[in-house]
């Protein structure tokens, strides 16, 4: 069977001497495609699912600090405004959860959420707080167009006044939030019986009934959504749609999958498959898609160190700041901070690299070693490879330290008409400063070669001066 087939996937052959014909394999896979997934659980295997599944979360759920609470246990006689609060603060540490856990392992996301909560602990808080500050928080996280959603999201909420939306039509017209937060938060946090699909649904279902279409194909993935909205169990939704995520998050696993241990393998097709022909393995469904290639690019990033000393002669460094640029509000890494960087098309030598950079550097900030500043040291330090989803940055990393010639806020007042924002730190802003990744790479590789290079360009000035004392030899 071809590859849009289910039962036999495509990359494990039988014989070609029983093969259909290529035109009536392929008709008779594309209906048969459209048969198996249409072929929705039985209500016995419904039944079954739902109540194995549960079982096993029950006994299995990892303990995250999300799910702490939403597991807050019900009293009676509970004040109406009481329960409206905690519902609202259930749905807070879902919606939380579940954007920083997108594209993000869990163990990554413990940390970065238990922060957050404390910074800011209810919708409301998080309403009052600056992009730049919920940027600091999220630095490392990667993806930062969620935390400006998450923000954009709890302003418009707070300043509807009607509360925190409470069925899947209301969340979606939240900034950021699409179908599965929409139904991760509804469910969890409001007992809404709708469904959630993400990749370890995906897969989860893919193996129950041993899809193999392609699981990014628009009406693949609607089939998927319609298995998933069957099996939600109508008493405990927040919990089976759990339960389906952490079965494929810990046992049903893209590599490797544990089906030992697994409370639906009596109802899973793929394994059932699997036994009756040794060529078929479970990791085969669902199909693997095809990854985008990435497009490479290259930037070159200059550290620029402004001091108040007129040499590296070992003293007090507490005059010396880094400047940094603000991104455009729009686009990668929106609003974020980072060193003066130029993108340079295509790879570039050391000599191209610096006439780009002196060009920035003179239109935006008239910093020109000719007029308005000293050069007191210019190195190369090195190159980093920065993977972003679809792009393979290579960056080029150079340190620039000038003494200026004028006072810094005459210098910086006479930018370039353009639109952007900046500021200068100091060595212990900017080491606790929330930056990205990328820029926090830049700035281990700046320490490391002025703990190893700076201290020796200090001691041969220390001996230049020296020499030329009287009497020296």
Known sequence: ??????????????????????????????????????????????????????????HNQRDLPWRRITQTKETPFKEEEEEEEEEERRAYGVWVSEVMLQQTRVQTVID??????LKWPTLHHLAQASLEEVNEMWAGLGYYRRARFLLEGAKMIVAGGDGFPKIVSSLRKVPGIGDYTAGAIASIAFKEVVPVVDGNVIRVLARLKAISANPKDKVTVKKFWKLAAQLVDPHRPGDFNQSLMELGATLCTPVNPSCSSCPVSGQCRALTISKLDKLVLITDYPAKSIKLKQRHEFSAVCAVEITGRQDLIEGDQSSSVFLLVKRPDEGLLAGLWEFPSV??????????????????????????PQKTCSVLLREDIGEFIHIFTHIRLKVYVELLIVHLKGDMSDLFSKQSGENMTWKCVDREALSSLGLTSGVRKACTMVQKFKQKSVSTVSAAARKRTNSKKPGSS
């Open 112 to 117: 970065y959420y238990n922060r957050w909560m």
């Open 343 to 368: 993108m340079l098309g295509k790879e570039a030598d050391l000599t191209r690299r610096r006439k780009e950079m002196n060009h920035f550097l003179k239109k935006s900030f008239r910093l020109d």
């Open 1 to 58: 069977m071809d590859e849009d087939g289910i039962e036999k996937p495509s990359k494990r052959k039988r014989n070609a001497a029983i093969a259909k014909p290529k035109e009536q394999r392929q008709h008779s896979s594309k209906k048969q495609v459209v048969a198996d997934i249409e072929d929705l659980f039985s209500d016995k295997e419904t039944q079954k699912i739902r109540a194995s599944l549960l079982d096993w979360y029950d």
